[in-house]
């Protein structure tokens, strides 16, 4: 199973399947340990020979999820950016489409041939959506199935709330409506396959409330409190960035003075800071994972259904 692994390094089809054969293994061995009606030296031995080889399964468990997510992973990287900050979902919002093409090679953005096709959220969920179709196909547990894209959701919004916090065009009223709805259809697309627990949705509120902040008034000291009240998943450090980045969209609007800034800053003072004062998301955070004990039901002989070309008809059932 090892060996299979290391050939499937980039099919994520092949990967699931190997990931329900070995934790279907791992939960047979515990479902089939040895019981206590065996002599005592006997099943000492045993036992110990099992424990082992389970917990050799139990890691090849691990390696399997991680490398299933690692292919998923490779493909998102390339699509985050320019689908959920950049791309014009909502048409005709913002005038910044110059710009934007002037600084995709900015921050993380990777360049791309001219004349080709900008990612866009259907891309994004698109790769999701194959990491869905593998784990549906070989029916691993819904729980499973929400840890990682628990792990995916929270990868695509700590690339995306950085380059957020690095890229001063990103940081205006427009944009804001833009990454909001660009974070909704993802919302509405976990949502739709029951993937909404487990922490999936909430770990995307620190993008949201950026994007928030980038669309509420800026102006009264009553704004200032509610900016406080509101964004508790971003830390006093992202939010005086976002608003010190912030850009006017039009001539009605107005930059957000230094005084403003001062206010919110003594207001986050005040409050019980749950999130740590660092700018920067970290992107290779890696969400322990719990694999539910779910073995399969016991099976007579009789059931079983042995293909031909196993050619083992010499075989009695019992």
């Known amino acids: 199973m090892k060996t299979a692994l290391k050939k499937q390094t980039n099919d994520l089809n092949m990967t699931a399947l190997w990931l329900k054969n070995v934790c279907l293994l791992h939960d047979l061995l515990i479902q089939h340990s040895p019981k206590q009606s065996l002599d005592s030296d006997e099943l000492i031995s045993m036992t110990t020979d099992l424990s082992d080889l389970i917990r050799s399964l139990s890691d090849l468990c691990i390696q399997a999820y991680q490398q299933l997510l690692s292919i998923t992973e490779t493909q998102l990287q390339k699509l985050i950016v320019p689908a959920l900050l950049e791309s014009e979902t909502i048409a005709g919002l913002s005038g ?8 995709r090679k900015r921050a993380g953005s990777d360049p791309r041939p001219v004349g080709a096709d900008a990612p866009t959220m259907a891309s994004v969920l698109r790769q999701l959506g194959a990491l869905h179709t593998a784990l549906s196909c070989q029916s691993l547990p819904l729980s499973l199935a929400e840890q990682a894209f628990r792990q ?3 990868l695509i919004c700590a690339c995306a709330l950085n380059n957020l916090l690095l890229r001063k065009d990103m940081c205006c009223w427009s944009r804001g409506m833009q990454i909001r709805y660009n974070v909704s259809l993802l919302e509405e697309w976990l949502r739709s ?9 909430a770990t ?3 993008l949201i409330q950026a994007a928030q902040l980038l669309q509420v008034g800026k102006k009264t000291a009553a704004d ?4 406080v009240r509101t964004c508790t998943a971003l830390s006093s ?9 912030y850009t006017p969209h039009s001539d009605l609007d107005e930059k957000v003075t230094i005084n403003f800034i001062r206010t919110v800053q003594e207001l986050i003072k005040g409050r019980s800071d749950t999130q740590p004062a660092q700018l920067l998301l970290d992107v290779r955070r890696v969400f322990p994972v719990t694999f539910p004990y779910s073995p399969p039901p016991a099976l007579s002989a009789e059931e079983l259904v042995i293909p031909d070309s196993l050619k083992i008809s010499f075989l009695r059932r019992a």
Do not use: D, N
């Not at 396959?193 to 949705?201: D, F, I, K, P, S």
């Open 204 to 206: 995307l509120e620190p």
């Open 224 to 227: 200032a409190q509610a900016i």
């Open 193 to 201: 396959r029951g993937l909404q627990a487990g922490g999936t949705v």
């Open 96 to 103: 910044l489409a110059g710009k934007l093409v002037v600084s």
């Open 152 to 154: 995916m959701t929270y």
């Open 237 to 245: 450090t992202q939010i005086v960035k976002i608003l010190t980045l």
